[in-house]
């Protein structure tokens, strides 16, 4: 989908997500990253009751020779919050914690690696407004 308006007055807030993850990707690959990978879940450890632990990576790719973890937040408005805002340090130690695995999992480990987020606000019957933060999460 493009950077068109959106065609349903009341969109289900995960279509709307699906939507923004999918305008996010378009716009990344346009600045040149190489998409590798859309919502990849994997493990990052075990609740205090022994449940696996998951996290979701939205888009992972290569932006030169730097492996990108990008997170994309949509809403429909405003009203509440932005969508950067829900990027809570919570959601940013399992992200850290996803990158990791990924990294250990799938490699290339010894590649230099980065987080950015993508905000979109997308209200129903406007053209999104698309915010792209680079290293929005900076090294321990």
Known sequence: ???????????????????????????????GFRIVA???????????RGNPLTIELDIVGFDGDCLVFVEVKTRSSQA????????????QSYLR???N???RLIGPFDAPYRFDAV?????PGKPPHLSHTRN????L
């Open 1 to 31: 989908m493009t950077r068109e308006r959106l065609k349903s007055e009341t969109l289900a807030p995960r279509e709307l997500g699906i939507q923004g993850e999918n305008l996010a990707a378009e716009y990344l690959k346009r600045l």
């Open 38 to 48: 859309r919502n990849v879940t994997l493990p990052v450890g075990r609740t205090s």
């Open 80 to 91: 509440q919050a932005t969508p950067a805002a829900a990027i809570t340090p919570h959601k």
């Open 97 to 99: 914690k996803g990158g």
């Open 101 to 103: 695995r990924y990294r």
């Open 119 to 123: 905000a979109i606000v997308w209200e």
């Open 136 to 139: 929005f999460l900076p090294e």
